[in-house]
């Protein structure tokens, strides 16, 4: 289907009501909410989107042209009873949001399903005003908790050993004194002090009982 809004759409919107619309939406925070099938302006209730996935950001001016797009990519969904065809000027921004909206009784209800859906409004159809959506309750105004910090350790305690007794002071490998070698080379187990010290010269020593007796004489005789 052409797109171009040359003849009246096929969902009864006309060419003069898809230019109508269009300069709805050329005025800062204004714009509409029609039904797509019968062309009827709801007078009461409260317009909210309840579909973001189809919303579409248009930089003003918007044209009929544009409307008749958007009217013919998203028939499936527009054609779903209760959904109206929605639009809105964004005085901030200065862009144009076209949007698949329901009406709903109560201005509670509408607020209630555009915080669901992340909306900034809702349209008030009795008044023409739209209504901020606030921040969710749980989130408004107040900060994320700070992370706690972990505790700092405390610092061990260094272990003193305890004094020794005066006159008793126990002797360590650092404290023991360096034992001197003897003049004339290094100490060996031969002559280390407190050895017994071996002959120098001749056999072995003989025992006393092996000393020999005189000549012909018994060993108890002399």
Same mark, same amino acid.
């Given at each position: 289907?052409?797109?171009?809004?040359?003849?009246?759409?096929?969902?009864?919107?006309?060419?003069?009501?898809?230019?109508?619309?269009?300069?709805?939406?050329?005025?800062? $925070?204004?714009?509409?909410?029609? $039904?797509?099938?019968?062309?009827?302006?709801?007078?009461?209730?409260?317009?909210?989107?309840?579909?973001?996935?189809?919303?579409?950001?248009?930089?003003?001016?918007?044209?009929?042209?544009?409307?008749? +797009?958007?009217?013919?990519?998203?028939?499936?969904?527009?054609?779903?009873?209760?959904?109206?065809?929605?639009?809105?000027?964004?005085?901030?921004?200065?862009?144009?949001?076209? $949007?698949?909206?329901?009406?709903?009784?109560?201005?509670?209800?509408?607020?209630?399903?555009?915080?669901?859906?992340?909306?900034?409004?809702?349209?008030?159809?009795?008044?023409?005003?739209?209504?901020?959506?606030?921040?969710?309750?749980?989130?408004?105004?107040?900060?994320?908790?700070?992370?706690?910090?972990?505790?700092?350790? +405390?610092?061990?305690?260094?272990?003193?050993?305890?004094?020794?007794?005066?006159?008793?002071?126990?002797?360590?490998?650092?404290?023991?004194?360096?034992?001197?070698?003897?003049?004339?080379?290094?100490?060996?187990?031969?002559?280390?002090?407190?050895?017994?010290?071996?002959?120098?010269?001749?056999?072995?020593?003989?025992?006393?009982?092996?000393?020999?007796?005189?000549?012909?004489?018994?060993?108890?005789?002399?």
């Amino acid at each position: 289907m052409n797109h171009r809004a040359t003849t009246d759409h096929e969902d009864g919107l006309t060419v003069a009501l898809l230019a109508e619309l269009a300069a709805a939406c050329a005025v800062p $925070d204004g714009g509409f909410t029609i $039904d797509p099938t019968t062309g009827v302006t709801p007078c009461t209730g409260f317009a909210v989107s309840v579909h973001p996935q189809y919303e579409h950001v248009i930089d003003a001016p918007v044209t009929a042209d544009d409307l008749a +797009a958007y009217l013919t990519r998203h028939a499936s969904i527009l054609h779903v009873a209760g959904r109206a065809f929605g639009g809105w000027h964004n005085p901030d921004t200065g862009r144009v949001y076209l $949007d698949v909206s329901i009406v709903v009784p109560t201005l509670a209800e509408a607020l209630d399903h555009g915080r669901a859906a992340r909306q900034l409004s809702v349209y008030d159809l009795a008044t023409g005003a739209c209504i901020d959506v606030p921040a969710p309750a749980s989130t408004a105004g107040k900060e994320p908790p700070a992370e706690p910090t972990p505790p700092i350790p +405390a610092p061990r305690a260094e272990r003193t050993p305890p004094p020794c007794p005066p006159g008793n002071h126990a002797r360590t490998a650092t404290s023991r004194p360096p034992s001197k070698p003897p003049a004339g080379g290094k100490p060996t187990p031969k002559n280390r002090p407190g050895s017994t010290p071996k002959r120098l010269t001749g056999g072995p020593r003989k025992s006393p009982t092996s000393r020999r007796s005189p000549k012909n004489g018994s060993p108890h005789s002399r």
